[in-house]
């Protein structure tokens, strides 16, 4: 008789999920199923509203990425009043994003993700934390990376209003310049930022790469997936966050396409499953074709592993350095090791840390004009970004009020959906066998899914308000011999 | 004697109020030293067989954020107020229905078109919509039921207090925490933020005129906001007299008006009705059409003045009315 494994809630990820695995007579892996299970509704209730108010009503998709949501729908908002924002709103939007990235990604490897390193994939549940994190390195280093992302959401905080939900964003720039105060905040911020970076890369190495077990981990199969690559790249291919085309590599590492933000509407397309409520992306011209990897499938990546193999190096020259060391050390490009995205991340935290240094130094973000009054009739406008967990796409239509018509919300984790329910399947079919399951063998398989840094609060923006039930009734061969179906 | 135990939940959120308490930063370490966290999805493993597995009232207090859509995000809140002493509804979400309960407005089959069949992008030939049961490879699977309407957190289980804002202000979370711990609590029920009107703790306060009178409402992107005047003044819909204080009018310190997540005061039962005739009677005309026309500026009445609060609200939306939907 088959049996079944339930890990429900999964935890330290953003948002609800579970995982329903199913083994076989022989207590081997079936099947793993990652599931979605929440939806709230963002495309149609946004519908109505002035099209002002989508950054601050869109960052309530996340609020742990609500900035990247603002800047998405900010530059949408340009683009949707034919406005172009002063070259003072451009850089300091963009450092605000810098800023973000930064203690974003701090955030996953020492609260969300890290500890499966730090403190141990199968430590006892209750040490596999931030707390664990803290006992392992120590209260003063805690203290540091605690300080250092207060100090970074201070300063978010006094150029956006707020951190958590940022209000500054309009079409054509930002609602308040920056004082000299803030301009020194940001410059002090940096340079902490740069050796806090530094600082995040030694102790990867010290903890993860120094460690032959969590080395081959990484390398194993259990954790390989074969996809094509997505991220935003500058004039000479680099990775960059805040604008640039879309490039694509395919699973070999060969550029597949790249392309403006407006054509993404023509190159993704999103499939429905039955059994999640989130939408699986892929790549139009190669098609769905199931659950499968390699370049006949259209299932791509994004996220800190997509980013660096999409790219041709970092626009930074500690980061370069760090991206020309992650390919030696990992064989080459692609990188198809989803656990190595721990390690992305971190390239892209100092990568981030030096943008963002740069920016802070730059005498144009001193400019008292940061606002563009739009003059021209709204109709629609697409905006793209990169947020920490991927790219992120919104597309809105309006009247001629600047009245949302149709919203169209392409979020970061619903890039990755495909890709992350293959890892896990795949992670489940390897560590689990003979029916031997424990704590740590599931934290094992969850932690397929947590390398991608989820956002499932992001995934479930969108809400098909109460469900069609259709209830199918099988014979012990797996004939269909009923069904019930209630429409909503 | 053993340490209280407490935990955090999220139901429809966006994670903002996990952030927030992540943002206690230092401050959240004499908490951690003085509690024991016995579930918080965002930070810790401990699961639903966890929570399933305590005595009742075991938890000292568990904070709740995010409003009630599923029949999930129900079973648990109902699980985690059997196994607390205390619920505090934590964040805009839970406290008032917050930004998702705007979807309050739609109903459902128009929502179901619109994400799995009518969305440009979507490829669906076989019109396939995610289903309460399903079978795949013959493995049954299920997801959570939709009601027809988003809930706040007291429309499902019995709260204790509020801690209000989207996110809560930091400073009122270590304050809630506090009074909590030291057992110092006010009166159930109560909103645990000072009970008077933003105005009254705006830097801007006093450019603000005794008679305000409007005679055209503006739009943020249509002006360059000055940063010193009373936002209102400007002709800007801020909603800082209708809305509680306790945020430090971060909005405002943006230099972009309120919008009212911290909900209203004590004295206020319905936080739209309250900010929409505050702002109709600043503005002017000689006639009434002139007035009419004013208020036509506003493009959005719903979204502006009930931005976080349509479940709670008297109008409650259109959903409600819609089959299948839990009063």
């Not at chain 1, 130094?361 to 697409?382: F, Q």
Request: net charge negative; aromatic share 8%.
């Amino acid at each position: 008789m088959k049996q079944r494994i339930v890990i429900d809630p999964i935890t330290r990820l953003e948002g609800h999920g579970k995982i329903d695995i199913i083994l076989d007579e022989t207590g081997n892996v079936d099947h793993a199923y990652f599931q979605v299970p929440e939806l709230r509704g963002f495309e149609k209730f946004t519908e109505g509203r002035p099209a002002e108010d989508m950054p601050q009503i869109t960052s309530r998709i996340c609020g742990v990425c609500p900035t990247a949501h603002h800047m998405a729908s900010s530059k949408a908002l340009d683009a949707l009043y034919h406005v172009d924002p002063p070259v003072a709103a451009k850089k300091i939007r963009e450092l605000v994003n810098s800023a973000f990235f930064i203690e974003d990604h701090a955030l996953h490897f020492f609260y969300l993700g890290g500890p499966d390193f730090v403190v141990g994939p199968t430590a006892p549940k209750a040490a596999r934390n931030i707390l664990g994190v803290l006992d392992k390195v120590g209260i003063e280093t805690g203290k540091q990376v605690i300080a250092l992302r207060k100090e970074l959401r201070e300063l978010i905080t006094a150029i956006a209003g707020k951190v958590i939900h940022p209000v500054f964003g309009l079409p054509g720039g930002i609602s308040k310049p920056l004082n000299e105060d803030i301009i020194e905040q940001a410059r002090t911020g940096a340079d902490h930022a740069v050796e806090f970076g530094r600082f995040c890369l030694q102790v990867f190495n010290d903890v993860v790469l120094q460690n032959e077990d969590y080395v081959n981990l990484i390398t194993s199969p259990a954790y390989t997936t074969n996809t094509f690559y997505m991220g935003l790249v500058d004039q000479d291919n680099k990775v960059n966050f805040y604008d640039g085309q879309i490039r694509v590599v395919d699973p070999e590492g060969q550029e597949y396409v790249k392309f403006p933000a407006n054509e993404f509407p023509d190159r993704i397309a999103e499939h429905v499953e039955p059994w999640s409520f989130v939408k699986f992306c892929y790549l139009k011209d190669v098609g769905w074709n199931g659950f499968e990897e390699g370049r006949e499938s259209g299932i791509y990546s994004v996220a800190p592993l997509a980013r660096l193999n999409a790219a041709d190096g970092m626009a930074t020259p500690e980061a370069q350095s760090a991206y020309e060391q992650y390919f030696s050390v990992l064989g080459g490009k692609p990188v198809h090791f989803t656990l190595a995205n721990h390690w992305a991340r971190l390239i892209e935290l100092l990568y981030a840390a030096e943008r963002l240094q740069e920016l802070a130094n730059d005498p144009d973000i001193a400019g008292s004009n940061v606002h563009t009054i739009p003059d021209a009739t709204p109709d629609e406008g697409i905006g793209i970004v990169e947020a920490p967990r991927g790219t992120l796409f919104h597309h809105y239509k309006t009247d001629e009020r600047g009245v949302i018509t149709r919203a169209n919300l392409i979020v970061a984790t619903q890039n990755n959906a495909a890709r992350i329910a293959m890892s896990v399947d795949q992670a489940a079919k390897a560590m689990i066998k003979d029916g031997k399951v424990d704590d740590g063998i599931l934290n094992l398989v969850e932690m397929a899914f947590r390398a991608y840094d989820p956002c499932h609060g992001c995934a479930s923006h969108s809400m098909p308000g109460q469900t069609p039930l259709i209830l199918r009734i099988y014979d012990p061969e797996h004939q269909l011999i009923d069904e019930i179906r209630r429409e909503p | 004697m053993s340490k209280p135990k407490i935990g955090f939940y999220w139901c429809a959120s966006c994670g903002g109020c996990e952030e927030a308490v992540v943002d206690l930063a230092e401050d959240i370490l004499p908490v951690v030293e003085a509690v024991d966290i016995v579930f918080w999805p965002v930070a810790l493993d401990f699961k639903r067989a966890d929570v399933e597995a305590m005595p009742d009232n075991e938890m000292a207090v568990c904070f709740i954020n995010g409003a009630i859509r599923t029949s999930e995000q129900e079973e648990m809140a109902q699980l985690l107020r059997a196994k607390s002493q205390l619920i505090v509804a934590f964040g805009s979400c839970s406290h008032m229905g917050g930004i998702p309960g705007l979807a309050n407005q739609f109903v459902r089959t128009d929502i179901l078109d619109r994400v799995y069949y009518d969305s440009q992008m979507v490829v669906n030939p076989d019109n396939i919509r995610p289903q309460e049961a399903t079978a795949v490879n013959g493995d049954s699977l299920s997801l959570p039921s939709f009601d027809g309407a988003v809930r706040t957190l007291d429309q499902t289980v019995d709260v204790d207090y509020y801690l209000p804002g989207c996110s809560p202000p930091v400073a009122l979370i270590v304050q809630a925490v506090t009074a909590i711990l030291e057992g110092k609590l006010p009166d159930k029920g109560t909103v645990l933020a000072p009970d008077i009107a933003l105005c009254d703790e705006c830097s801007r306060k006093e450019s603000k005129p005794d008679e305000l009178s409007i005679n055209k409402i503006r739009r943020p992107f249509e002006i360059e906001i000055n940063q010193e005047d009373c936002l209102l003044a400007q002709g800007l819909p801020c909603l800082g007299a209708a809305t509680r204080s306790g945020c430090g009018a971060a909005c405002i310190e943006g230099n972009m008006p309120c919008t009212g997540c911290m909900g209203p005061t004590s004295r206020v039962s319905d936080f739209g009705a309250k900010a929409l005739s505050g702002l109709a009677s600043t503005i002017t005309g000689e006639e009434e059409h002139d007035i009419a026309r004013r208020l036509e500026q506003l493009v959005d009445p719903v979204g502006t003045f009930y931005r976080y609060s349509l479940p709670m609200s008297l109008l409650k939306g259109r959903a409600i009315s819609d089959k299948g939907a839990k009063a």
